[in-house]
């Protein structure tokens, strides 16, 4: 069973900085894109970060330089480091994989960390 699960959300004030964290585990997932993703009530899901298989990165707009992806060696953990956090940057942040497997792609979600940026 292949499970995605973040850590390092917090409450922080306005130019701190947080750290996330997300663990993949199970069997064959070690060629997979991962990244991170925020939701805030009643609006979508946007991507804060994404970090391929080749580890080329991509970043939403909005984040300016700001925020770093990274991943370990074995593929199977991605990081986030977020600097100069604004209040803006408050969301449940979550953690994506897609493995492809054979022909089949598959995708997966954790269940979110909560990120709190006060002014």
């Known amino acids: 069973q292949v499970r995605v699960e973040e850590s390092g959300g917090g409450s922080v004030q306005a130019g701190g900085s947080l750290r996330l964290s997300c663990t993949a585990s199970?069997?064959?997932?070690?060629?997979?894109?991962m990244g991170w993703y925020r939701q805030t009530p009643g609006r979508q899901r946007e991507l804060v970060a994404f970090i391929n298989s080749a580890d080329r990165t991509n970043y939403g707009d909005f984040v300016q330089g700001r925020f770093t992806i990274s991943r370990d060696n074995s593929k199977t953990m991605v990081y986030l480091q977020m600097n100069n956090l604004k209040p803006e940057d408050t969301a449940v942040y979550y953690c994506n994989m897609n493995v492809v497997v054979g022909d089949q792609g598959y995708e997966y979600w954790g269940q979110g960390t909560q990120v709190t940026v006060s002014s």
């Open positions: 199970g069997r064959g997932i070690s060629k997979n894109a």
